[in-house]
């Protein structure tokens, strides 16, 4: 399953004005948001928050989803794993097969007719059909990507294989807070892997692990891998990768020295215990749940009679896998951990822009000069090209939105023939001349 | 609005074997589908169909849709148009403020007492609550970005702007058929704009008409620009873009000369009449909309109170244009026009991928050496290596997939060093030496 290369195809728009970006910053927190992610991200003007647990992402909040989504194909395509979509409607005759209709976190679809009586009266006191239609919106995919394979899957020559898709799931979290860290609706990778036998699953969930890795690293998450139990989904032992931060609404005990790490639900390990790996010192910390993988065995192949045959002529059921990742938790993880109080400091590689360009006072054709060259170079910049703002203004945003490297062009730099660059996060400032900018970004 | 220079920077795998594609093509057509779309592509397996107008978009398929949405995201970043992404889940705040929480067509979600009562008891014979919660599945978001914008735009250096998405839309469709032209969930692009007055929305409406052209000239579609109803969204002639065909729903009255159209539900022309444009002869013909534009005035901002300042201190009601294009509704399209008896023709822009190349019975070694050197040249290829397989069954699989270039290695060509090369609808083929078939590609 190792050979799809990726590479790059899709569309993302390089530079933007911000004279021409319709958001705007906010110097107020949102009253309604106690978390630090939703309070930077609104305030940046990344996210808008519709209802409880639902949130738009706006110009620059989308750019950082794409970016995440974009480092998980790549390594998904290293994995071997295929994209696809499946549908958010997802009918009854699905979860009927594995008992999950009943789950109550799903969003049900209301029947026909309870709308047409709904729309002509606010409350009915007499209601003589069932309320729900044959619909839910999927919160997981598992029982409609087994019914798919059972069409295509007859020979062991047909497996292994692995299938993903980043789409909206929905979840009727009772609990929607803390901005993007637990959603109503969410964008989720779901993967999910199909097997000959359990050593193949067991070598593919490695595989994936190293991919999960390999993702919030390079997304700028550290992710604990974390023992967990299976909860609704399976009876089996399950993995969790685990976000340090106060705000998380999980607890693991860690050790300090090897981190190992069982999620608290199913520990028989102890604040302050011993290792049962090294002998060191478990603590135990808040921790917010960026992904998980889950062994499912034969549950799913089985509800859906989904079986192969091996090279001896005997059937067997398919033994399947599925492992997820929240990229809105992923994106408010990373304002958890990655930000000061002037603002959010993106890790380059999920940053809406690497370059945020600010021309201040008397300088607009100078500034539109140096746009053009480091846009012509192909770098992603955001031209602070305001002419109505303040230079305090302009470098307060600057520091809110958060791209790693801050560019100044004034009338001082200017006599220098330089242009004024900082990191964010770091406090010193040096002047590169105008015609080496280019160069110290490539 | 127009320094937006588009790049692409987003993930797709570029080579797949077919051997490791968990999808299967068949020969028999679907028993439940009568539309030749629907028919193709289960068959080569591009969709699957979940329930009545809910498809999922399996790998191939999913490739297209993606190579479609590049499109479409280059000519809006064109025009300006900065992309985002709303919420599914639409609160009925937004819809009160226009009264369309009652129209039919959208998926109400159910109350959580429903849910519950509903999953205890399959029939209710007393219903004490309302049996609706205050959430609807978005089939549009005019309401939603109206809200939006509200909390950014206060003067006229704010405007104008435009904003899109590509989002799975949902709408209850009492005859969901005809496979992707009429889907109860369905992908689309919907853009938004934003203007200070009816003559600058007017000019931005000119810009969209002609990106639309462009779109959907490069997926290989010819569009007609066709005079509309307004419908439910708007009491203003909007504009359809439809596709000459007999499989559409919508019929419209077309010029043979100069292509002036116009929707017959609001024509006053006749079949056999005249042109009111340019005398020549009015025909009458079924064609499919994949596309709609609509000049939405005030409506939107006076239920919002979407008010800008003009220069000269005074407020004014923002005016505002919306702009669809389905992007299933162009897949489905796509397939009935260019399709024969042995499958899809895909024009090359949205082909899964650009050669389909076959290796026969004992060239494996060969096959696998070209797919690399393919590969490398960064083409995107499709590489059938199932040995398993006969030749026949190859080159059916290759003209029901339908991309563009066919390579077969076979003993004879190698004897010769080469490669047979054959496009998908054309009947010869050639031999090309083995050392010039990545310069062909370039």
């Not at 709904?118 to 919106?137: A, I």
Request: net charge neutral.
């Amino acid at each position: 399953m190792r050979h799809y290369s990726p590479s790059r195809e899709f569309v993302i728009i390089k530079v933007m004005k911000l004279s021409q970006l319709f958001t705007k910053t906010t110097r107020e927190n949102p009253k309604d948001e106690t978390s630090v992610n939703a309070q930077l991200l609104e305030r940046g003007g990344f996210i808008y928050k519709n209802s409880a647990g639902i949130y738009t992402f706006l110009p620059l909040g989308w750019r950082v989803m794409q970016k995440i989504a974009g480092i998980i194909r790549e390594e998904m395509a290293k994995i071997g794993g295929i994209e696809m979509f499946m549908p958010a409607l997802v009918e009854k005759k699905y979860l009927d097969a594995t008992g999950r209709w009943e789950v109550e976190v799903g969003f049900k679809i209301a029947n026909d007719h309870a709308v047409r009586r709904g729309s002509t009266s606010t409350r009915l006191s007499l209601y003589e059909v069932e309320p729900l239609s044959n619909f839910v919106l999927g919160w997981t995919h598992e029982e409609v990507l087994t019914a798919i394979a059972s069409r295509f899957v007859s020979s062991y020559k047909d497996l292994p294989f692995a299938a993903y898709q980043i789409q909206t799931k929905f979840r009727n979290e009772p609990r929607a807070k803390s901005g993007l860290l637990r959603g109503r609706e969410f964008m989720m990778k779901d993967l999910y892997s199909f097997h000959a036998s359990e050593d193949d699953l067991w070598r593919y969930y490695e595989d994936v692990k190293g991919a999960y890795h390999k993702i919030f690293h390079r997304c700028g998450l550290k992710a604990i891998y974390t023992i967990a139990a299976g909860g609704t989904f399976t009876a089996e032992n399950t993995h969790e990768f685990q976000v340090l931060a106060d705000i998380g609404e999980d607890t693991i005990f860690i050790c300090d020295k090897c981190e190992y790490a069982e999620n608290k639900e199913i520990s028989k390990l102890m604040n302050n215990g011993q290792c049962p790996k090294c002998k060191g010192k478990i603590v135990e910390r808040k921790s917010i749940e960026v992904g998980n993988t889950f062994p499912l065995g034969d549950k799913y192949s089985k509800a859906f009679d989904l079986k192969f045959v091996d090279e001896k002529g005997e059937s067997h059921l398919v033994i399947m896998g599925s492992y997820g990742i929240g990229l809105g938790r992923v994106m408010g993880a990373l304002v958890e951990i990655h930000h000061d109080d002037e603002g959010i400091i993106w890790p380059e590689a999920v940053a809406p822009f690497k370059v945020h360009l600010l021309a201040l006072e008397g300088t607009e054709k100078s500034g539109d000069e140096i746009y053009e060259k480091v846009l012509h170079s192909g770098i992603e910049v955001l031209y602070d090209d305001r002419m109505d703002k303040s230079a305090g203004e302009k470098f307060t945003d600057a520091d809110l939105i958060g791209c790693q490297l801050r560019f100044v062009v004034s009338e001082k730099t200017l006599q220098k023939k330089s242009v004024e660059v900082k990191r964010r996060g770091e406090k010193d400032a040096k002047l590169i001349e105008l015609d080496n900018i280019v160069d110290i970004l490539l």
